[in-house]
């Protein structure tokens, strides 16, 4: 039973920062490549940043420069750090994990919520 939370949305005024966190269990961690994607209202979900288990990374385009994905597998945690939010950020944020090993199927978190105001 793999499961992942997502913690660290709120509201929050432009230029401002976020870190969201996303902790795993049910699965070997380091063995999973981690993404975090965002879904705003009437938009389909996205990719907004992904680190391989080698912690390669990339980025969306609408988001290089402000934003950095990064993990800690000792805490089975990774962390979306968003910088110099806009408006167009706001969405719901989630966690996504996949075994870099079987390339099995995704797991993914609830969600959480990220709110910039003008």
């Known amino acids: 039973q793999v499961q992942l939370v997502e913690s660290g949305g709120g509201l929050v005024q432009a230029g401002g920062s976020l870190r969201l966190s996303c902790t795993v269990s049910g699965t070997i961690f380091s063995n999973n490549h981690m993404a975090w994607y965002r879904q705003a209202p009437g938009k389909q979900r996205e990719l907004v940043g992904f680190i391989s288990r080698g912690r390669n990374t990339n980025y969306a385009d609408s988001v290089k420069g402000r934003f950095t994905i990064s993990r800690d597998n000792a805490k089975n945690t990774v962390f979306l750090q968003m910088n110099s939010l806009k408006p167009e950020d706001t969405a719901v944020y989630y966690c996504?994990?996949?075994?870099?090993?079987?390339?099995?199927?995704?797991?993914w978190g609830q969600g959480t919520q990220v709110t910039v105001s003008s």
């Open positions: 996504n994990a996949k075994d870099a090993l079987t390339y099995g199927k995704d797991y």
